[in-house]
């Protein structure tokens, strides 16, 4: 009784790693991705080659697995390419080293009354003076304005103009630093 399966039937298994990759996975690469300073190239760098070599491990059982190629494709690259990727960028977060609390000299700050929030959130521009003190370089958050927009009573304790930002940085597991806090002073 080996019936053949037929193509067109759903695979739950592919169905389930493929859900898994988009929703939680991708779900996990934002919420970690900004507080993490990696580049998105590096990001998708990495869930490419995860995806790919998943993709290859499968080649060999292509015929066996009787699956069209593109849900092979979809498989590798959108479910265990995004999931060995949240992993990766999970693990770099959770598993730091000591926190080293870096402060910048605030050379300017605008405040954001569009978003509506109370208190309106504030980015702001850096020196790039370069300080020996700073684990993590000044012109390093060039590439992630977010990071420098401060919302909320928490992160911001300034009256006037913020004079410094305080940003607590740890190196991850695999060699990216994260920003644990941040705050305006």
């Known amino acids: 009784m080996n019936e053949k399966k037929d193509k067109g039937d ?12 988009v929703f939680p996975g991708l779900g996990v690469l934002f919420f ?55 992993l990766f960028m999970g693990s ?3 598993f730091h080293g000591q926190p080293v609390t870096d402060i910048y000299r605030v050379i300017t700050a605008t405040a ?4 509506r929030e109370l208190p309106f959130p504030v980015s702001v521009t850096i020196s790039q003076f ?3 003190q700073t684990t993590v370089p ?19 304790k300034f009256i006037d103009q913020p004079k410094q930002a305080k940003m607590t940085t740890a190196k991850g597991l695999f060699g990216y630093s994260v920003l644990l806090s941040k705050e305006l002073d």
């Open 112 to 115: 954001h009354p569009e978003d």
């Open 10 to 21: 759903v695979n739950m298994f592919t169905l389930s790693i493929l859900l898994i990759g």
């Open 32 to 86: 970690i991705g900004e507080k993490t300073l990696i580049r998105v190239d590096a990001v998708f760098n990495i869930a490419a080659v995860a995806g790919i070599i998943v993709f290859v491990m499968h080649l060999p059982f292509l015929k066996k697995l009787n699956r069209y190629l593109a849900e092979i494709i979809g498989f590798a690259l959108l479910g265990w390419g995004l999931i060995i990727t949240a």
């Open 130 to 132: 370069e300080n020996l």
């Open 138 to 156: 000044s012109k390093a958050y060039d590439d992630y304005p977010d990071m420098l927009k401060f919302k909320g009573n928490e992160e911001q």
């Open 92 to 94: 770099n977060y959770l």
